[in-house]
């Protein structure tokens, strides 16, 4: 056993295998991620079924390239990291079962960490290497050298691992600022607002630092669809790839956003108090007994009203040689860029794409905004997939200077799913000596801050 506090995150909720080393739960050592976009692109979403096998296949090639990378051995670890959930049950269980046996075998605490928790901690996890990077220890999450492991690993790991990710359309295009963790450094371990908004979530937390370990508080969550779940059936509806949410963030630019005037509802009342179980999985969750409706999100909606209009302007047929163009036809490139996607669309579907977007993230800050000043918080983390998206990074930090309130994200690597955030959510239950139970099994609706 260690004495570094160095511990391996395993993470295999949906589809990414991934694998991080993270010391002390503020500097990454390394980082990989086994993406199986390529896999589940041509069905347009995630086949559980396929995705444990991918799993199973990548597991162990990237946790040895996580240990590779870090240059240590499973001799220096002082505990293994785990996601318990919430995420798909095969999926899951890859990772709780290798993580186990890894565990078992060298004698070392295993740690159960949320999903959720672990994209809270992404951003806590930044703000720490951050901080250190300015305190002068030579450490920066941005820079290559000598401590720049989390984003490197990222990118050497492409070389070493098939199917890894790739970088979202115009990843090229994203500035500096967006790569980076935005606004002024801030203690990393201060109560926040915290916004989990990704493919199978959109939560807000109230996530509060105590002795022993962090505490969330449910604020706020979706009834229906996630956030990321309505931009990628929105890019499936428009012919574009999976996941969406990249091509969306990159075609909404060419568009014009005040085009469609999509409008959000206020959630019922009524809906809230009558206690009805929230209609998707995704929902499921997290209750939401006693939850304020100001603070609840719906996505199902606008998917519906976006599917609406396709079909009152007759928008499928081009839709579907778009798909064809890009994805399925003969002709179809291997790697579609963002310019090919443009080239097949025409003005009113990226004023579509444009007026969705607008209308997702407007409600995103409204309700974000809100609860932070019902509250009385002063910082709001904004996390997961969606996190990624540049029109929510610069309106929500342009409130948030609006409002002289602090908002931070995560880098683009950890915004989406990863291991170091698992990681890092770990460092606090391992001082705290809070380890899994033996029996650990996954829980595909692991709820959190009840
Ligand atoms: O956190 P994540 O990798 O996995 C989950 O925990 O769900 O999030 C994936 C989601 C997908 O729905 C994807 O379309 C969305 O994040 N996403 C984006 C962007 N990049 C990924 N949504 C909007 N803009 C982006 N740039
Ligand atoms: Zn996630």
Redesign the pocket.
């Known amino acids: 056993m260690g004495t570094r506090g160095l511990i391996l995150g395993i993470e295999s909720?949906?589809d990414?295998t991934a694998a991080a080393v993270v010391e002390r739960g503020a500097r990454t050592l390394s980082s990989v991620v086994a993406s199986q976009i390529a896999t589940h692109a041509r069905y347009g979403g995630v086949v559980p079924e396929l995705a444990s096998r991918e799993h199973l296949r990548a597991i162990v090639p990237v946790v040895r390239a996580a240990l590779d990378q870090a240059g240590i051995t499973l001799a220096d670890l002082d505990a293994i990291a785990v996601t318990s959930g919430p995420g798909l049950a095969g999926a899951l269980l890859v990772g709780i079962t290798y993580a186990k046996a890894l565990a078992f075998a060298n004698g070392l605490p295993l740690i159960a960490v949320n999903?959720l928790e672990g994209?809270i901690h992404a951003v806590l996890l930044n703000e720490r290497e951050q901080d250190q990077a300015l305190k002068g220890t030579g450490f920066s999450p941005d820079n290559q050298q000598p401590n720049a492991a989390g984003a490197k690993a990222h990118a050497d790991s492409a070389g070493i691992m098939r199917g890894l990710k790739p970088p979202?359309p115009s990843e090229s295009n994203f500035s500096a600022a967006c790569s980076a963790p935005e606004g002024n450094p801030r203690p990393a371990d201060e109560s926040a607002l915290a916004l989990v908004v990704?493919?199978?979530?959109t939560h807000l937390y109230l996530a509060r630092p105590t002795a022993s370990a962090w505490t969330y508080k449910l604020i706020g969550r979706t009834l229906d669809d996630?956030?990321?779940?309505a931009?990628?059936k929105v890019?499936k509806l428009l012919g574009l790839g999976y996941?969406?949410?990249?091509w969306?963030?990159a075609l909404a630019l060419h568009g014009n956003a005040r085009a469609v005037p999509f409008a959000f509802s206020q959630i019922k009342t009524k809906v809230h108090l009558a206690g009805k179980a929230p209609r998707t999985k995704a929902a499921r969750t997290a209750p939401i007994a006693n939850l304020d409706p100001r603070f609840l999100f719906s996505f199902s909606g606008i998917k519906t009203a976006v599917l609406r209009y396709v079909e009152l302007h007759n928008l499928r047929p081009e839709a579907e040689s778009r798909r064809q163009a890009l994805f399925t036809g003969p002709d179809a490139p291997a790697h579609p860029t963002v310019e090919d996607a443009l080239a097949q669309c025409d003005p009113q579907t990226l004023d579509l794409i444009a007026s969705f977007q607008y209308a997702v993230v407007g409600d995103l800050m409204k309700k974000t905004f809100a609860a932070a000043e019902s509250l009385g918080a002063r910082r709001i983390l904004v996390t997961?997939?969606?996190a990624?998206?540049?029109s929510?990074r610069s309106r929500f930090t342009a409130e948030a200077t609006r409002r002289n309130v602090h908002v931070a994200f995560p880098t683009l690597a950890l915004?989406?799913?990863n291991a170091a955030m698992i990681a890092a959510a770990a460092w606090p239950k391992l001082q705290a000596k809070d380890f899994a139970e033996p029996n650990l099994s996954a829980n595909p609706s692991l709820a959190m801050g009840r």
Do not use: F, K, M
């Open positions: 909720s949906c990414e999903h994209h979202p990704s493919g199978g979530h996630a956030a990321g779940e931009y990628d890019a996941p969406g949410g990249p969306i963030d997961g997939g969606v990624a998206n540049r929510l915004s989406t799913d």
